[in-house]
């Protein structure tokens, strides 16, 4: 079993700023991508952005392209997503998912793993 544990969620103002991290532990798979969702209330979860595991291929959904950025630090396991210029309709719980799938790192039904969720409030 793979544990993803989400952090650095909170309250930001519109334009501002903030950087999640999600760790692995337990069995990590030795190659595997990894993405970022989130959900807002009364919403389908959607994609935000993936990276493998090389961290040479990144992919945003168009809502985030330009203003989040996905990385990864194999070494320690960890991936952030680095989210700026935020706005109200960027308000959601944030996962962190693992595949080991190599494509359509945007369908949620790929994904083997999921953390709990971070929550990301961004106030008008």
């Known amino acids: 079993q793979v544990q993803l544990l989400e952090s650095g969620g909170g309250l930001v103002q519109a334009g501002g700023s903030l950087r999640l991290s999600c760790a692995a532990s337990g069995r990590t798979p030795s190659n595997y991508a990894m993405g970022w969702f989130r959900q807002a209330p009364g919403k389908e979860r959607e994609f935000v952005a993936a990276i493998t595991w090389s961290g040479g291929n990144t992919y945003y959904a168009d809502s985030v392209k330009g203003r989040f950025t996905i990385s990864r630090d194999n070494a320690k396991n960890t991936v952030h997503l680095q989210m700026n210029s935020l706005t109200p309709e960027d308000t959601a719980v944030y996962y962190c998912?693992?595949?080991?799938?190599?494509?359509?790192?945007?369908?949620?039904?790929?994904?083997?793993?999921w953390g709990q969720g971070t929550q990301v409030t961004v106030s008008s």
């Open positions: 998912a693992a595949t080991t799938r190599n494509y359509a790192y945007g369908d949620r039904r790929i994904y083997a793993y």
